[in-house]
């Protein structure tokens, strides 16, 4: 039983180097055309990196014929599956600008898309990579329209959108979470300026009445009546469009306190 272990150890360790030898030989190998066939057996066995090094290797060997735009497209599709995400994108975007008419150029431009989706951060990082995958997607929906792809995209442009939203919000409210209650005020009506749909328009439009509200509670007696009639104001901002908010409670106490304030000092004046 242990010989039979052995004899099969050794003929597996033999035959791997045997199919390591063969390929080191077929990388060194000036046949072109075996290369370019064995890249795409390697590719449909799921070696994807034995076919990369030998697309990439030949690849200016076929620039111009008429095999180019199968040899660039799969060098991208084994990078793809390689999860080399930065580089696939590079080579699906020269292959979508090189090839426009190749009959794999929209699934090129789509996959594309999906480099630069996996290429995006969390929201509380940068977002720039967020924005170029969100105007990349809406040209391909415009070039595109109703293509097989279109559910996937939608998803990932909801996606990226909710990421945007999220860290225009958050990045706002911080201001009011250390107590900065002038600049929350100006950030948070920012925002919604960026971006009036935001899904957060209702906590935003709620945190600058709290931030109006602590700044006139701050404030020097002289400077509060002016300060809580800004309050009143943006309550009743907020109501007109969320009269049934899970806010209502409490920006129904900041008014009548801003009331309280507003009426004692009338009748001070007076």
């Known amino acids: 039983m242990k010989y039979s272990i052995l004899i099969f150890v050794i003929l597996g ?35 994807y990196t034995k076919a990369q090094q030998l697309f990439d290797q030949i690849q200016m060997i ?7 735009d199968t040899l660039q497209y799969y060098l ?33 431009r789509f996959l594309r898309l999906d480099c630069l989706y996996e290429s995006t951060y969390r929201y509380e990082l940068d977002q720039n990579p967020s924005q170029k995958a969100i105007a990349a997607i809406e040209e391909f929906l415009y070039d595109f329209p109703g293509n097989e792809y279109t559910q996937v995209c939608r998803y990932m442009l909801e996606d990226l959108y909710n990421r945007l939203d999220k860290k225009g919000f958050e990045s706002a409210k911080i201001y009011y979470v250390i ?16 971006n009036p749909e935001s899904r957060y328009r209702e906590d935003i439009l709620y945190y600058v009445v709290a931030s109006n509200y602590k700044y006139a509670s701050n404030s020097i007696p002289q400077m509060q009546r002016e300060r809580f009639l800004n309050v009143i104001d943006e309550y009743y901002n907020f109501i007109s469009e969320f009269p049934d908010s899970k806010y209502r409670k409490e920006v129904d106490v900041m008014f009548k306190k801003a009331q309280q304030v507003t009426t004692r000092n009338n009748k001070t004046e007076e």
């Open 76 to 108: 991208a599709l084994s990078n793809y599956h390689l999860n080399d995400y930065v580089l696939a994108e590079d080579n699906f975007n020269q292959f979508a600008q090189m090839f426009p008419r190749s009959p794999f150029t929209k699934t090129a």
């Open 13 to 47: 360790v033999l035959g791997f180097s045997s199919c390591a030898n063969q390929y080191e030989a077929l990388f060194r190998s000036t046949d072109h055309d075996l290369k370019y066939r064995k890249a795409i057996e390697y590719y449909e066995a799921g070696k």
């Open 179 to 194: 107590e900065d209650y002038k600049a929350s005020t100006y950030a948070l009506k920012e925002a919604l300026k960026q």
């Open 62 to 68: 076929y620039r111009g014929t008429a095999k180019d």
